[in-house]
C-alpha cells in the first residue's frame, strides 16, 4: 500500500461516509482473561459516543507507512492453505459475524501482546464503494469495486485519577474512571493495492517505532517484517559512525541528510504513487561525493548489509528527519535549519573541541536579546 491509498481509506472513517454500523470486541484484564466480550450497533449509541469509537479505529491507519504502518506479506502456500491467512479471510467474508472465529483471534491476540493492564479488543468491517474517475477527473456515477475489509484495534484501558469539576453552578468530585486509549497495535485486511483487495497482503499498525511486535506478528501472520523503524535510525547512524569512522565529520553527515532531503522533496514534487525508499547504492554515492576512502565504503556496504541484509532499501523518514538537524552533546543541544547547515561548524582550539555556530541575527537567551561583543 501507499501513502495516498492509506489516507483514501482513512478519510472515509467517519459518520457520514463509512458503512461501519456495528463492532465487536472483548475486554481483556491484565491477566489476559476475557471479561466480557460485546458485539454493539452503532446507532443505538448517542452520535458522540459514535464518533469516538470511530475515531479510535481510525487511528489503525494512522502515522508513516514504512514507520507506524508496516506491510505484511503473505506467500502463496500461505493464502491456499495457511490456518492463519483461513481466520482472517473468514471473519472478512463473514462481515465478522463468525463468533468461532471472533474467539480465535481473541485468543490469539491475548497470547501474543505485551500490554500493561486491561485492554480492549476492537474489530469494524466495511464495504467501501470504490469509485473510478475519468480522465478529465471527474468521478464515474457506477463504482468500480467493492472492497470489503476490516480493522482491529487493540486499545489499552487507563484508569483516570480522581477529580474536581465544576458544572450546574455546583462543585462535583469525580471518581476514578476506566477510559480506553489510543490503540497500541492493530492490523486491516486485506490490503488495499491499487484501489483494489490484495488477499496477498494485510496493513500492521504499531505505536511503537521501537517495537519489533515479532510474537504478534508471528501469532497472526506469521510473516517476517522489516526491523522497527526506530531501531533502523540507531542502527543506520551506528553503520554511519563506524564505517567511516574518523572521516564522519560534520561535512559528511550534513550532507547525507541534505542530499535525502533533496530526494525526498523531488519525489514527492514527482508525485510518485510508490513511496520513495533509500538503498545502500545511493548513500555510498553520497559518501563518495564527500571524499570518504574507498576502504570505508567498502566497509560500509558490508555493515549495511549484515544489519539490514542484502538488497533491504529504507524509507527516508526513518533515517532522518527532514525537517530538523540536531547537534548533540551531553550537555547542549542545538535544533540546526535543515536549509542552514553552513552556520555551524566544528573546530579545535588550543587542543580543546569546540562547536561554533555563526550568530548572523538577533541571538536570544531565555527570551531575552543578548549582545556578542568582541572583548
Do not use: W
Not at 482472517?88 to 483471534?105: C, G, Q, T, Y
Not at 535525502?260 to 538503498?279: G, N, Q, Y
Not at 527570551?367 to 556578542?372: E, L, W, Y
Request: charged share 30%.
Amino acid at each position: 500500500m501507499n501513502e495516498k491509498e492509506i489516507g483514501e481509506l482513512r478519510r472515509r472513517i467517519t459518520p457520514d461516509k463509512t458503512s461501519i454500523n456495528r463492532i465487536r470486541g472483548a475486554l481483556v484484564s491484565e491477566t489476559g482473561e476475557i471479561l466480557s466480550t460485546f458485539n454493539s450497533t452503532l446507532g443505538l449509541l448517542s452520535e458522540r459516543e459514535s464518533e469516538e469509537l470511530l475515531s479510535i479505529i481510525k487511528k489503525t491507519l494512522s502515522g508513516a507507512h514504512g514507520r507506524n504502518l508496516i506491510d505484511i506479506d503473505f506467500s502463496t502456500q500461505q493464502v491456499l492453505a495457511g490456518e492463519e491467512h483461513k481466520l482472517l479471510s473468514e471473519l472478512r467474508s463473514s462481515s465478522l459475524e463468525n463468533d468461532e472465529a471472533a474467539n480465535e483471534l481473541y485468543s490469539k491476540i491475548i497470547e501474543s501482546v505485551q500490554i500493561e493492564g486491561g485492554y480492549l479488543i476492537l474489530l469494524a468491517g466495511d464495504k467501501y464503494d470504490v469509485f473510478g474517475y475519468t480522465s478529465d477527473g471527474r468521478k464515474k456515477e457506477d463504482s468500480a469495486t467493492v472492497f470489503s475489509y476490516f480493522l482491529c484495534a487493540v486499545c489499552p484501558i487507563k484508569l483516570t485519577k480522581p477529580a474536581l469539576s465544576f458544572y450546574a453552578n455546583e462543585f462535583h468530585s469525580i471518581g476514578a474512571s476506566s477510559v480506553i486509549s489510543s490503540p497500541e497495535l492493530g492490523f486491516m485486511f486485506p490490503a488495499f493495492d491499487d484501489r483494489a483487495a490484495n488477499i496477498y497482503g494485510a496493513l500492521l499498525y504499531t505505536k511503537d517505532t521501537y517495537n519489533a511486535q515479532n510474537k504478534f506478528i508471528d501469532k497472526l501472520f506469521k510473516s517476517e517484517v522489516p526491523m522497527p523503524a526506530g531501531i533502523q535510525k540507531e542502527t543506520f547512524n551506528s553503520i554511519l559512525s563506524k564505517s567511516v569512522a574518523e572521516e564522519c565529520d560534520m561535512e559528511v553527515v550534513c550532507a547525507v541528510h541534505e542530499r535525502i532531503s533533496t530526494m525526498v522533496e523531488d519525489h514527492k514534487a514527482a508525485r510518485e504513487p510508490e513511496p520513495l525508499m533509500i538503498s545502500k547504492s545511493a548513500v555510498k554515492g553520497i559518501l563518495s561525493e564527500c571524499g570518504v576512502a574507498e576502504e570505508k565504503l567498502t566497509e560500509f556496504e558490508k555493515k549495511f548489509d549484515e544489519s539490514f541484509g542484502m538488497g533491504t532499501e529504507i524509507p527516508p523518514k526513518n533515517i532522518i528527519n527532514t525537517k530538523k538537524l540536531e547537534v548533540k552533546t551531553p550537555d547542549v543541544v542545538i535544533n540546526v535549519n535543515p536549509e542552514r547547515p553552513d552556520l555551524i561548524k566544528t573546530e579545535i582550539i588550543n587542543g580543546t573541541k569546540y562547536i561554533m555556530i555563526r550568530a548572523e541575527d538577533d541571538v536570544t537567551v531565555n527570551g531575552v536579546n543578548i549582545k556578542i561583543t568582541d572583548r
